[in-house]
């Protein structure tokens, strides 16, 4: 499969979308292939172009596409953070 414009990934993910959480995004578009799911994927892809907050990065707090693991691994991130600052 040829590498195209938009996908899973660019419609669902964020900026700052994990490298693994974009390569599930794109899992999830070859198993459920369709030229229907295509042409929503670029209406969708035209009307985030011009909504603010798909151009924003998200923060620590905010979920995407995490899995449990990830949360997991984030709290764990957070906690060593907070140790290492004393708050």
């Given at each position: 499969m040829k590498a195209g414009l938009t996908g899973f990934a660019q419609v669902y993910g964020k900026y700052n979308t994990t490298p693994y959480d974009k390569l599930k995004l794109d899992l999830t578009y070859i198993e459920n292939y369709s030229f229907v799911l295509d042409i929503k994927l670029m209406f969708l892809t035209f009307k985030i172009l011009f909504q603010k907050e798909n151009t924003e990065g998200?923060?620590?707090?905010q979920v995407t596409a995490a899995t449990k693991e990830n949360l997991e691994q984030i709290k764990e991130e957070e906690e060593k953070e907070m140790k290492e600052t004393g708050k």
């Open positions: 998200v923060e620590k707090w």
